[in-house]
């Protein structure tokens, strides 16, 4: 029995499945059933049932609890003698959704990669139900998750409650509300209820965040008027920059393209039940996960930008 053995094990019963597992590790399908065969001999039980479909035996599910300890601890002790050698090499593994990837890691990669050279990041991006299981099974180090709930495993720690904006541009209110449009831009720069706007067309979105927008319409008990549904929330960036619809978007896509807001665009504060309509952005990593030296910096470093985010003032009256 050995380290690699037991990794590769652990592997394959991620995925059941020996070509799709081999391919991922880029090893030979061979390499990775000899391993298999090897830990099977040394503990004299199956670890896996071959048939009708590979799955885990009473045995190899034991053996899987004890293969993920071994996997963790290594990957603690590598970071630990690395941080006594002062080597700062090393590999991060960091996961969040494709579009605040493309927002934080351009404001953290430069100063972090100018520090800590020799270390390989490695990304992950996907949606925030599937980052979880990452971060729980090691897969990934940390992860920026959006309104998830504490697992006793995991450290939570909160990054910004991420305000959500109706967006619309001048040009549209003054055709659906003439002469009313000023007094309720000036309203709704305090907070905008959706109710008070439902003559306007907008931009749907049909994910996480569409749903929360969805409950601000139900609490009106309106329907919107959809101009197009997406479930890609920068449709709605250019829908409403091209002043043919309004939209909603967060603090932090917001901040990310202020320099490119039309000049005549309206940004309101979205407010349901009286209270602002946030998302909840948080960082996730395991509770026994050694923080090395660059583990740490890269933190202070995305923590650093989140806040400076939640601190600017977005929203505007034309």
């Not at 071959?50 to 970071?79: I, W």
């Not at 949606?127 to 006793?152: C, I, K, Q």
């Not at 960036?237 to 490119?260: E, G, H, I, K, P």
């Amino acid at each position: 029995m050995d380290i690699t053995s037991l990794y590769y094990f652990s592997e394959l019963a991620k995925d059941l499945h020996m070509t799709r597992t081999a391919n991922r590790l880029f090893i030979s399908q061979q390499t990775l059933s000899n391993h298999i065969q090897r830990l099977e001999e040394y503990y004299g039980t199956k670890l896996f049932h071959r048939k009708p479909a590979l799955s885990l035996t009473t045995a190899g599910e034991f053996v899987l609890s004890f293969a993920d300890v071994v996997n963790k601890e290594q990957v603690n002790l590598k970071d630990i003698l690395s941080d006594i050698a002062q080597q700062e090499r090393g590999i991060l593994r960091f996961g969040a959704s494709a579009l605040r990837l493309n927002m934080c890691l351009p404001a953290v990669l430069p100063e972090f990669s100018a520090r800590y050279p020799n270390v390989e990041l490695r990304i992950t991006d996907t949606v925030t139900v599937r980052l979880e299981p990452l971060v729980l099974d090691g897969s990934l180090d940390f992860a920026v998750t959006l309104n998830g709930e504490e697992h006793p495993k995991l450290v939570t720690q909160q990054l910004m409650d991420d305000q959500v904006y109706l967006c619309v541009a001048d040009s549209l209110l003054q055709r659906f509300y003439g002469q009313t449009a000023q007094h309720l831009k000036e309203q709704a720069v305090h907070g905008a209820n959706v109710k008070d706007f439902s003559r306007l067309p907008f931009c749907i979105f049909d994910n996480r965040m569409g749903r929360q927008i969805n409950q601000c319409f139900e609490a009106a008990n309106i329907t919107p008027r959809a101009y197009i549904t997406s479930t890609y929330t920068q449709v709605g960036t250019t829908v409403c920059f091209q002043r043919l619809a309004a939209c909603f978007l967060s603090q932090m896509s917001l901040v990310s393209q202020q320099n490119d807001i039309p000049p005549d665009i309206n940004i309101f504060p979205l407010y349901y039940k009286g209270q602002p309509l946030t998302q909840r952005l948080s960082l996730i990593r395991m509770k026994d996960r050694y923080l090395s030296h660059y583990s740490k910096f890269f933190l202070e470093r995305l923590f650093q930008y989140f806040n400076g985010v939640e601190r600017v003032r977005m929203e505007r009256v034309v």
